[in-house]
């Protein structure tokens, strides 16, 4: 058997996760802005839970967090549990999407979910399939860190809600 490794240096920008805990620092946490989770709310409703949030990040007081140590959230990780909200929001790292698209199918209520706008991602078309009411575009600088900096991120969209498997 041949095996042949190649290595390769990826920018830290692009590579936060590995870069991250390369580093041992917190990787940033992504948020919409105030504004326009106002709108979004405004339009669509409050959700009752974040399903992917922390102390500092949660849009709802209801949130989950990874953190175990979290006393405020109401369990450690969304996927430990079945979803049955009335209106969930979830906005996950990007690596996640598949495992929420999937997690979806056994789960009861409505989702707002925010992803990022990547054409050729394999999960696009599970996505695609499961939009109830028109997608809304959001410019780059609607998307901000906890600590300020603006995400490099063409554009994100959120769909309203996703058609749910019973």
Not at 12 to 24: C, V
Not at 27 to 50: A, C, N, R, Y
Not at 129 to 134: E, F, G, L, V, W
Request: charge should be negative.
């Amino acid at each position: 058997m041949q095996c042949h490794l190649t290595a390769r240096y990826i920018p830290g920008q692009y590579n936060g996760i590995a870069d991250g805990l390369s580093r041992a620092k917190a990787l940033p946490e992504w948020h919409l802005s105030k504004t326009v989770l106002e709108m979004i709310f405004q339009k669509l409703g409050q959700p009752d839970i974040d399903l992917f949030a922390s102390r500092t990040s949660a849009v709802v007081p209801a949130y989950v967090s990874e953190d175990s140590t979290d006393q405020g959230s109401q369990f450690t990780d969304a996927f430990s549990r079945m979803w049955q909200f009335r209106l969930g929001w979830i906005f996950p790292p990007p690596a996640l999407i598949p495992q929420v698209l999937h997690h979806l199918q056994s789960s009861e209520g409505q989702y707002l979910l925010v992803t990022p706008l990547w054409p050729r991602a394999f999960w696009e078309p599970e996505v695609r399939k499961r939009i109830i009411i028109r997608d809304h575009w959001l410019d780059a600088n609607d998307l901000e860190t906890l600590r300020g900096e603006t995400l490099q991120l063409n554009n994100v969209r959120i769909f309203e809600t996703l058609q749910l498997y019973n």
